[in-house]
């Protein structure tokens, strides 16, 4: 039987791909185009019987091969019994998935029996994924799959892009990072010192005629807008904290000497 002993034996990663592709379509045959003819041939009364795919790109289903271990890997046993018990697309489904994984194991045999190295193995599944498999045909997933290609690689691109958009704005925070300190803290006394040297830098004490100091409390006079130490006024933070409008010693017509 030809599906069982063949005497075409594929040497290189090219044959082994041209034997794949000839067993391919005969399947593909047997589960569309010639569906009804195999549908007929899978009788459930006969015994177990394989759909063979062969180089010469025809199928038959036939007995599995007598010899053991048989020449080549087999199909699945008995797919006839299945043929009446269940839905006849899912039948053909359940098919070409088995159809699937005999084409590989066949054409992986034959890389095995002849030696083929990592580069030439990685080849041939290159080519062969390169392919719709049985199973995309016979549900219709490989014309769905080939519509979607344009758009998949158009959309591929922009994610691309946006990875690369985000890339490189968390390449510019990291470093802005670096830099200033943390913002919770330090930027906002950051942002308070300079409203303090906006506001003080340059501020001599209206009492004692020193420069303004970042650790020392100052309170401004409401009526002079002039900055005194609190230590000069002899005002405290707390006390301030209950002076709705704060008069200095010479708007309030009182003199304090400085403590």
């Known amino acids: 039987m030809e599906g069982a002993s063949m005497p075409y034996n594929p040497r290189t990663v090219e044959e082994v791909f041209k034997d ?4 391919r379509a005969g399947m593909v045959k047997a589960l569309t185009t010639d569906v009804k003819l195999f549908y007929e041939s899978c009788d459930p009364e006969k015994e177990n019987l394989c759909l063979y795919g062969l ?12 010899e053991v271990p048989p020449e080549l890997p087999e199909p699945a046993l008995g797919i006839n019994f299945a043929r009446d018990g269940m839905e006849e697309k899912d039948w053909l489904t359940l098919v070409a998935v088995h159809s699937d994984a005999w084409l590989l194991a066949v054409a992986f045999y034959f890389g095995a029996r002849f030696g083929f190295g990592k580069n030439e193995r990685r ?23 080939s519509r979607e290609k344009t758009p998949n690689s158009s959309s591929k691109s922009k994610s691309n892009t946006k990875m690369q958009s985000r890339q490189s704005e968390s390449h510019t925070k990291g470093s802005s990072k670096s830099q200033p300190p943390p913002k919770d803290e330090d930027d906002e006394s950051g942002e308070e010192e300079d409203e303090d040297e906006d506001e003080h830098g340059n ?17 401004c006079c409401d009526v002079c807008e002039k900055w ?8 405290t933070p707390a006390r301030a904290e209950h002076i709705k409008q704060y008069k200095c010693p010479s708007c309030s017509g009182t003199k304090r000497g400085r403590v």
């Open 20 to 23: 794949f592709r000839g067993r």
């Open 55 to 66: 180089p010469n790109e025809t199928w038959e289903v036939n007995l599995p091969a007598e």
């Open 123 to 145: 080849k041939l599944f290159s080519m062969i994924n390169d392919l719709p498999t049985i199973y995309e045909v016979v549900t219709g997933n490989a014309k769905s799959q």
């Open 203 to 219: 501020t001599l004490c209206g009492s004692c005629g020193e420069y303004y100091a970042n650790d020392e409390f100052w309170i």
């Open 228 to 235: 005194f130490h609190g230590k000069c006024v002899r005002i």
